[in-house]
């Protein structure tokens, strides 16, 4: 007989009661699609982890001060947290020098780091998965829609809601998102696992 599995609901109020083991099983149970989320947004591992590690401490900070009140929609709660965290990230980007050569090619894309941990890269060898490619040249709104439908687990209502457009506007771009990743998987050169 399995077990029942302990609501996030439930394991928020032990963890503001003081137990923080509960925060660890949230943490756990929610880790992968918030990563596999930011991950696939900023295109990088070690801002994901960056972004990761914020959008737990804002959350952390929010139980804590008691102003939390998503009841039952935790996980869309802190992708919306992570999402945000995401979109300062480039704007922070885009107020950043990009140090160039002459040529015009970004100085820091030379640089490689020699040491990977085996997480690090398990998330690079996904993040090199013909998938994946495709969903990136997808169209902005497209590739958004779709990221926070399959990879987060969210409902349309939700998307619509983060994105700020209408439930059939999130089904239209979801609807395009399939249909162009269709006709580029028969097309494209990448091969898909």
């Not at 029942?4 to 099983?25: F, P, R, T, V, W």
């Not at 996980?75 to 002459?102: E, G, S, Y």
């Not at 020699?114 to 996904?126: D, S």
Request: glycine content about 4%.
């Amino acid at each position: 007989m399995r077990k029942q599995q302990i609501s996030d609901q439930k394991l928020i109020s032990s963890y503001i009661a003081g137990n923080n083991a509960c925060l660890e099983m949230l943490i756990k149970r929610h880790k992968n699609r918030i990563f596999t989320s930011i991950v696939l947004l900023v295109q990088d591992s070690y801002i994901a982890e960056d972004i990761f590690q914020e959008t737990f401490i804002k959350v952390i900070k929010t139980l804590r001060s008691g102003k939390y009140n998503e009841e039952g929609k935790f996980l869309p709660w802190c992708i919306r947290i992570a999402r945000n965290l995401t979109i300062d990230h480039f704007r922070k980007m885009k107020r950043m020098p990009k140090v160039t050569t002459q040529e015009g090619e970004d100085v820091f894309e030379f640089f490689q780091i020699e040491e990977e941990n085996r997480e690090t890269e398990m998330i690079r060898e996904q993040s090199e998965s013909g998938l994946k490619k495709l969903i990136m040249s997808l169209p902005k709104e497209q590739r958004e829609v779709l990221i926070l439908r399959h990879y987060s687990d969210m409902s349309f209502k939700e998307i619509a809601e983060m994105t700020g457009v209408s439930i059939n506007t999130a089904l239209g771009r979801m609807r395009y998102a399939l249909s162009n990743l269709r006709k580029m998987a028969v097309t494209s050169p990448i091969r898909l696992r």
